[in-house]
């Protein structure tokens, strides 16, 4: 049978990842699909000083995008080049001429990814985003067609491989946040810039797609609660030790009589969770169905291998519609139309509170913080000090019965006032997990 051509856009990690598997294990995939995937043309700005296979020396090699798109032996376009500006012209581009894609970038996937699929829908090709979201784990075929006849109440999970290596380095070792994004970025876990990932924005693109394909509708990821990890330290896991706790960079979507509540933010979460055993920079989805009860999916989060195998298999079976014909496509986003969210603020969200203060030691401090939250009908759970020498910069911790966010922060409001505060308290919700 006559192969399936792909043009292949972007040699970074995952382009090199991509790049590898095809060539080094084209016999294998051959023999799944009964026919073999080829590479017609690659694309990289630095093509000129990339050592490519030799399986590669009568593909097309270019610098120009266009030129991939335009070839007339392309049947499908990858596109691994990230952001959300050339990136979309590229997928829109291919739409235009007929030719299926397969992307693996969350940012413009949780931007304008059903928008996009309405495009391929039209055009008669489809539009594959596995690896978008976890890399090596087939989350969103779980979410598509392996789960798709329970319905969703929840799903809670760690996205971002760079915080949750930063955090549990944290854990183990008692370095400081700064010391550990050192040390991810010289390893090449962190970026130079890493706020899109420990300010919480790359698993923010992430929850937004995982959560239409759950729960159906269209999400803005600006509609997601978001917050970093940059105040966790060393004594919040001394702390959430106590309580039998760890903290992870948590999202969270889940159903409540309000509607869908989202967010990423670090959370304390029990440790004898299934989620609290997550490490370095692994990542894992939790689901709660209604019928199905409770599923669990865990994997490398990113890297050029398993990024590159959800890549390839999307190619795969992308390349089995081509060549037998798919009637009914199921769509990325597991539904046929995606209704419109309706942002339910993270004010309204309940749960019990974890508030560690620092302050400079001094005679009638809890009383003073008690009052404040007993203003706002919040009742204390516990108080816990451990031994520290200086009484100038003493941290501590108040946890709190369950609350609304919107309570909490007005108690927060409340204490600015107060004269022995450091900085302002840290604020975590100690979630329990489904």
Not at 58 to 83: M, Q
Not at 283 to 302: E, P
Request: proline residues 6%; contains cysteine; hydrophobic residues 45%.
């Amino acid at each position: 049978m006559q192969p399936v051509n792909i043009g292949l856009i972007g040699l970074g990690n995952v382009g090199e990842g991509t790049l590898t598997i095809l060539t080094e294990n084209a016999a294998h995939i051959e023999a799944k699909l009964g026919f073999p995937l080829r590479i017609a043309a690659v694309c990289s700005r630095g093509i000129a000083k990339k050592e490519l296979p030799a399986a590669l020396d009568s593909a097309l090699k270019t610098a120009d995008w266009r030129d991939v798109v335009n070839h007339p032996n392309v049947d499908v376009v990858v596109e691994l080049i990230g952001g959300t500006t050339t990136a979309r012209e590229i997928i829109e581009a291919a739409i235009a001429k007929g030719k299926s894609v397969v992307t693996a970038n969350k940012e413009l996937m949780a931007l304008a990814g059903a928008e996009l699929w309405d495009r391929a829908i039209a055009a008669h090709i489809n539009l594959a985003m596995e690896a978008s979201v976890a890399g090596g784990i087939p989350i969103h075929a779980v979410l598509r067609e392996g789960i798709s006849g329970d319905r969703i109440n929840a799903l809670y999970g760690i996205l971002n491989g760079t915080c949750n290596f930063i955090l549990t380095e944290i854990e183990t070792r008692g370095a400081s946040f700064g010391d550990v994004l050192a040390e991810a970025q010289r390893a090449g876990y962190a970026e130079a810039d890493p706020s899109a990932d420990v300010d919480g924005f790359d698993a923010r693109s992430k929850l937004a797609i995982l959560a239409a394909l759950a729960f159906g509708e269209r999400i803005n990821p600006a509609d997601i609660y978001t917050e970093g990890i940059r105040r966790i330290t060393p004594v919040d896991f001394e702390y959430a030790h106590q309580l039998h706790h760890t903290i992870r960079l948590i999202c969270a979507a889940r159903q409540t009589p309000e509607g869908l509540i989202l967010s990423v933010r670090p959370s304390l979460i029990p440790q004898s969770t299934i989620l609290a055993s997550v490490r370095g920079a692994y990542n894992a989805v939790w689901v709660s169905g209604q019928y199905g009860a409770d599923t669990f999916y865990y994997g490398r989060g990113a890297g050029s291998h398993p990024t590159g195998v959800a890549v390839v298999s999307d190619l795969m079976r992308v390349a089995r519609e081509i060549r037998s014909g798919s009637p009914e496509r199921v769509s990325p986003f597991a539904h046929a139309s995606l209704g419109v969210y309706k942002p339910v603020p993270i004010t309204l969200s309940k749960s019990a509170y974890y508030l560690r203060f620092r302050v400079e030691d001094r005679p009638g401090i809890i009383a003073q913080l008690a009052t404040a939250l007993a203003a706002e009908g919040i009742s204390i759970d516990a108080v816990l000090q451990l031994p520290k020498a200086d009484w100038r910069d003493l941290p501590f911790v108040i946890t709190v019965e369950p609350a609304t966010e919107q309570s909490i922060r007005a108690a927060i409001e409340r204490m600015a006032a107060l004269n022995f505060l450091i900085e302002p308290p840290l604020a975590l919700p100690m979630e329990l997990p489904l």
